[in-house]
């Protein structure tokens, strides 16, 4: 796979039965076939005292299917962190349902790692103790937990930072050490709140490229949240645009070309274009 | 009810807080008429207030009332302060100036602060007696220390780059350090202030224990002399209230001193 | 750069050794010198002297153990009673609802304004001395534990959340630690209090310890026991603050920027 080919033709489409021309035939099947997040008219509505209440989230309903790799775009103030949250299961909706494999959701954990913007690594712990965290949490042994570990922090290229603390580490090497973290209890939904937002933008686009090297070797469903439309294009297989007054789902976007994507192609500054003149 | 509820929640917080205040208070009261507490040990609030007006009235000891307690407290604080104050900032502010001064006496002046001011009670009364010489000598020490290590750290620590501006803009070496690093120093010497306030507040309720009858701190020495409680709880509240009232009218200073340093102030909270 | 950076704070070493030693030879001369009478502020070779002929090394170490000893009760006590009531306050919004004014009514009072109520509470014995020991303890490290517990950031809390932590384990495993910082800023100015009310506990009444031998000395007219324990004061708590100063570092300090 050279770097910078586009494969597929661009433009938008907006029909989410679109089939993905670079992946192989049954690995579409099994992302067509099966719902992995089913959201069902979620709404949120936040109660400030001594105010009227603020509708966050009006009527989203979305189906993200397995191994995935969905974004969630807009401005600041559309809802977009909050329905993360309710995904996560670390809000609960006002109305509404969201299932997990049919199963409702009720509470954070089980199954739904999440990467946060200000890495939110424990800055007492060092790199691979903040990787076991949830492990040790979980009663495993010593052993286990730290091969596991060791195993992430090798995959998201800190090998040798495994004993360094936190504020030891650039921003681009903690928001690592947070995916590793995120994904040592090996959960089959990855949810990511503007992980690159706090980043440099060098740092930034070889992050982008990591997360999906990464997520090519641990296959996940992925939800991620972005206010760049640019960093959904570059990851995503879907886009839902998300707008203001109340929040909610306006419109959404497959992305056709495979991976991994050239930032400059024709064919992406084309998309771009034409999403943002649909707003 | 109705009214209740609309209330925010730090109201609430607040109402209930105090409600548990007065529930201990009646408590207080109760467990004293069970003679569950000892009434000499323990006395509730009824004799307590008791207490409050026998001090506004006849006194404790007798015809020493309270505006005598708080005068002599308050004189000798401001003595003292003063006094440490005046010592502690010029030099402060001169070995600030220059490195080498400062590296010479860095360790002098972490090892003073380290000396409580209240172990040189002794040394004091051996030398003036059991006066008012003493105490306001004390106090002025436990000032001087604190004063004079944040006049350093302020003059020391003043941002190079309000100097680089100013030398930008052709200020020569005096203007310089009367109108950039006096006025950016101000707001650590003013922590410094409230700091030497803090230690000359404790100091003066220890230095008052000894060889004096006015005072609050002679106050609640001499009512626990003579097993009186009540007053002693009274002067401990008074203590306190006064304590308060000193630091709010420091901080009043400082906003009308240095009103630009308000935004700076509430950043760093 | 590290070598310099070393060289030139061993040469700030150096030249507060030599300010230090200069204020000796200054007051040792100025003794000498007669302007101030040796019965009245004698110099430092003197009240060494003076101590040590008439007090064996045992005695001034006695009474430095009969101290250190309360301190370490009454820190301990008073502390341990702040992180947890502290902590609690800052967990439970119940807890802080009702300790919060308690605490906020009661802390503008000097710790040394206790002493009277404590004498008729305990008595004129150890409890007394150690209570107010303990006072002074644990205003800074309930302040402080508090403070720390609502500072925690709480992406962290989430963050342990999304893991499958609940409850204490949430508590002990991410608040506490992240709180630790802030709890270790109080401690030491805690010890730093406890501290204050020795020497003031040891004044009122006492039979040993460093504030005992000062104000016995006063007594008897021993101005050098009185110079040499005021600087033998200064020193140990300079020296027990300076070990607690460097445990902080070495624990917290490795993860987190004072």
């Excluded at chain 1, 494969?7 to 099966?34: C, F, T, W, Y």
């Excluded at chain 1, 309903?61 to 995904?87: A, H, M, P, Q, Y």
Aim: hydrophobic share 50%.
């Amino acid at each position: 796979m050279s770097k910078g080919l586009v494969r597929a033709k661009g433009g938008i489409v907006e029909n989410i039965d679109h089939k993905l021309n670079s992946k192989p035939e049954n690995m579409q099947k099994v992302s067509h076939n099966s719902v992995k997040i089913s959201v069902e008219n979620v709404s949120k509505i936040y109660q400030v005292a001594d105010a009227e209440d603020v509708p966050v989230l009006k009527d989203v309903n979305i189906d993200i299917r397995n191994n995935e790799f969905v974004s969630l775009v807009g401005r600041s103030g559309c809802g977009k962190t909050t329905l993360l949250n309710i995904l996560a299961g670390l809000v609960p909706p006002s109305s509404g349902i969201v299932r997990i494999d049919g199963t409702t959701v009720t509470g954070p954990g089980d199954g739904k790692g999440m990467v946060f913007q200000q890495h939110a690594l424990f800055p007492w712990l060092t790199t691979i103790e903040n990787v076991a965290f949830g492990c040790k949490s979980k009663g495993m042994r010593k052993a286990d937990r730290t091969e596991i570990a060791m195993d992430l922090v090798k995959l998201v290229g800190l090998d040798g930072y495994q004993n360094h603390y936190p504020r030891e580490l650039s921003g681009g090497m903690q928001q690592r050490v947070a995916i590793a973290r995120a994904l040592a209890l090996d959960p089959e939904i990855l949810l990511m709140d503007e992980p690159f937002g706090a980043l440099d933008e060098m740092t930034r686009l070889e992050m982008q490229d990591e997360l999906l090297r990464i997520w090519e070797v641990r296959k996940k469903t992925v939800v991620f949240v972005t206010h760049s439309l640019t960093e959904a294009l570059v990851l995503s297989d879907r886009i839902f645009l998300m707008g203001r007054n109340p929040g909610g789902i306006r419109r959404e976007f497959s992305v056709p070309f495979s991976r991994p994507r050239h930032r400059s192609s024709v064919e992406f500054l084309e998309m771009y274009e034409d999403i943002w003149a649909g707003l | 009810m109705n009214a209740l509820f609309s209330l925010s929640t730090t109201t609430k917080s607040r109402l209930v807080g105090a409600v548990f205040i007065i529930f201990l208070l009646i408590a207080w009261e109760v467990a004293v008429d069970l003679k569950w507490l000892k009434i000499y040990k323990f006395p509730p609030p009824s004799k307590c207030w008791e207490a409050f007006v026998e001090l506004f009235t006849s006194g404790f000891p007798i015809e020493q009332t309270v505006d005598i307690h708080i005068g002599w407290t308050l004189w000798r604080i401001v003595q003292g302060y003063v006094l440490g104050c005046l010592l502690a900032v010029p030099l402060g502010v001169v070995i600030g100036s220059y490195s080498l001064l400062d590296k010479l006496t860095a360790p002098i002046i972490t090892f003073g602060r380290s000396v409580a001011a209240l172990s040189l009670l002794p040394l004091v009364i051996f030398w003036f007696g059991t006066g008012e010489a003493p105490k306001i000598a004390i106090i002025a020490y436990g000032t001087f220390w604190a004063m004079i290590a944040h006049t350093i750290a302020g003059v020391k620590f003043v941002d190079p780059l309000l100097i680089r501006a100013a030398r930008t803009l052709e200020a020569d070496q005096k203007f310089i350090f009367l109108h950039v690093v006096i006025p950016a120093a101000l707001p650590r010497i003013f922590v410094g202030a409230r700091v030497a306030l803090g230690v000359a507040f404790m100091v003066i309720v220890g230095a008052e224990m000894i060889g004096t009858i006015q005072g609050l701190g002679a106050l609640i020495n001499e009512a626990r002399n003579f097993y009186r409680a009540d007053i002693t709880l009274i002067g401990m509240a008074l203590i306190g209230l006064l304590g308060l009232g000193i630091s709010g009218v420091l901080q009043l200073l400082e906003r009308i001193l240095l009103p630009w340093n308000k935004g700076l102030e509430e950043v760093r909270r | 750069m590290n070598t310099q950076e070393n060289s030139s704070k061993l040469n700030d070493t150096a030249l507060g050794l030599i300010g230090v030693i200069a204020l000796f030879a200054i007051w040792e001369i100025v003794s000498y010198t007669g302007i101030i009478s040796q019965e009245i502020f004698p110099s430092p070779s003197q009240a060494v002297t003076a101590t040590l002929t008439t007090m064996p090394l045992s005695e001034i170490g006695g009474h430095v153990w009969a101290s250190l000893t309360r301190v370490f009760w009454g820190f301990l006590i008073g502390g341990s009673l702040g992180i947890i009531v502290g902590v609690a306050s800052g967990w439970y919004a119940w807890v802080g609802v009702l300790t919060r004014p308690l605490i906020e009514l009661t802390r503008p009072i000097p710790p040394l304004a206790w002493i009277p109520m404590a004498i008729i509470w305990l008595g004129l014995g150890e409890p007394s001395k150690i209570f107010v020991i303990s006072l002074g303890a644990f205003f800074p490290v309930v302040t402080s534990a508090y403070k720390g517990m609502i500072s925690v950031d709480p992406v962290l809390l989430r963050a342990a959340q999304t893991m499958g932590l609940k409850g204490w384990r949430i508590l002990f495993q991410v608040a506490l630690p992240a709180s630790l910082p802030d709890l270790a800023t109080g401690i030491r100015i805690g010890w730093g209090l406890s501290f204050g009310m020795l020497v003031a506990a040891e004044l009122v009444a006492a039979n040993e310890g460093m504030g005992f031998m000062i104000m016995h000395a006063r007594e008897l007219g021993q101005v050098g026991i009185i110079i040499f324990g005021i600087v033998l004061i200064g020193v140990v708590n300079l020296v027990t603050d300076y070990a607690i100063g460097v445990v902080i570092r070495r624990q917290i300090g490795k993860w987190h920027t004072y």
